[in-house]
């Protein structure tokens, strides 16, 4: 089992930043894939960024390329998403999802059916 928890959420003004974190517990951190979705209310959950197991390689959707960066510090059992240059549309809930098995240490999965383990959300409003 991993437990995950994010946290840095918050209203902004479009235009600004926020960084948000993922805490894991529970498996070996650096094993597991790491991706970062987004649901607004009545539309479906979306894959915003994720970030490989072991060999570090990333993928984002088109429209937080260049402004989103997704990381993780293995040794914090943590892991990131940068948010710069913020718009209106950027806002809804946040929510980190891991997966920790044996897939291929280059591969960065982007369906919500490929986790295996999700957080709470943290909510990010961008309005001025």
């Known amino acids: 089992q991993v437990q995950l928890v994010e946290s840095g959420g918050g209203l902004v003004q479009p235009g600004g930043s926020l960084r948000l974190s993922c805490a894991a517990s529970?498996?070996?951190?650096?094993?597991?894939?790491m991706g970062w979705f987004r649901q607004v209310l009545g539309k479906e959950r979306e894959f915003v960024a994720g970030?490989?197991?072991?060999?570090?390689?990333?993928y984002y959707t088109d429209s937080v390329k260049g402004r989103f960066t997704i990381s993780r510090d293995n040794a914090k059992n943590t892991g990131y998403l940068q948010m710069n240059t913020l718009k209106p549309e950027d806002t809804a809930v946040y929510y980190c999802?891991?997966?920790?098995?044996?897939?291929?240490?280059?591969?960065?999965?982007?369906?919500?059916?490929?986790?295996?383990?999700w957080g709470q959300g943290t909510q990010v409003t961008v309005s001025s």
């Open positions: 999802a891991s997966v920790c098995r044996p897939i291929s240490t280059w591969y960065v999965p982007k369906a919500s059916e490929e986790y295996d383990y």
């Open positions: 970030i490989s197991r072991i060999i570090v390689t990333t």
């Open positions: 529970g498996r070996t951190f650096s094993n597991c894939a």
